[in-house]
């Protein structure tokens, strides 16, 4: 029986996780649609599971860069740059994702090109990457400054940047055509499985607590008939 019930709550795991991450695709579905991207603070507070259209005035913040390591593009390996942003229409910064690069074999990490300080930014705020298994700090410090993280979380990020207001809780991704950068998409679901691959899953594991109880019944009744 506790195989079944192991199966059974591993199938419903995956089905909760096919329907959260079929939110997102509806979500960035219904924010494409919008005829045009509304300003940052109208839509900060909307949820921080929601994906919404948006732009923002403001300029980088002098703090570090921070690279999320381990991001994969096109089965190649990489990291995500990311830097602190601070909208004019937002009393809270926010951090923007600049794009993905490649990590060579040898791991020697890739160099980031410095910015200019002001800029307008059309794109997606949504949710950060899944944090995953938490296991001690988020990443460490660089000789040169920048950040090599394992996980991005911005509430943790806030007080490990010594910011003076608390990050916000999504991430803006700005708009692929934007020169400012690397290379970017609007891919919700990069670096994870599909909803259909979770539901795939989630049939499996449903499959194998069928075939455990299948058996243990078929071997009850064999003894009784014994």
Not at 31 to 46: K, N
Not at 54 to 77: K, S, T
Not at 92 to 117: C, F, H, K, M, S
Not at 131 to 140: D, H, K, S, V, Y
């Amino acid at each position: 029986m506790a195989c079944i019930a192991l199966f059974v709550g591993l199938g419903r795991w995956q089905l909760d996780r096919a329907a959260e991450k079929q939110h997102a695709v509806d979500s960035l579905a219904r924010s494409l649609a919008e005829p045009r991207p509304q300003v940052i603070a109208a839509r900060a507070a909307s949820g921080p599971n929601r994906i919404d259209r948006v732009f923002a005035q403001g300029r980088f913040i002098d703090a570090p860069i921070l690279l999320l390591d381990n991001q994969i593009r096109e089965g190649a390996v990489g990291l995500r740059a990311y830097r602190v942003f601070q909208p004019d229409a937002l009393d809270q910064p926010v951090l923007v994702e600049l794009g993905w690069l490649p990590v060579p074999p040898d791991r020697r990490l890739p160099a980031t090109v410095a910015l200019e300080t002001y800029y307008r930014l059309d794109g997606l705020l949504l949710p950060p990457p899944s944090a995953g298994l938490r296991f001690g700090p988020p990443g460490q410090r660089l000789a040169d400054g920048r950040w090599l993280l394992t996980r991005l979380d911005p509430a943790e990020l806030s007080s490990v940047l010594g910011l003076e207001r608390p990050l916000l809780e999504r991430i803006l991704r700005p708009d692929p055509a934007d020169r400012i950068g690397y290379t970017r998409s609007l891919d919700v679901l990069s670096n994870t499985l599909p909803p259909e691959k979770h539901r795939g899953y989630a049939v499996q594991w449903f499959a194998l607590a069928a075939a455990v109880a299948f058996v243990a019944v078929f071997l009850t009744f064999r003894r009784k008939a014994a």
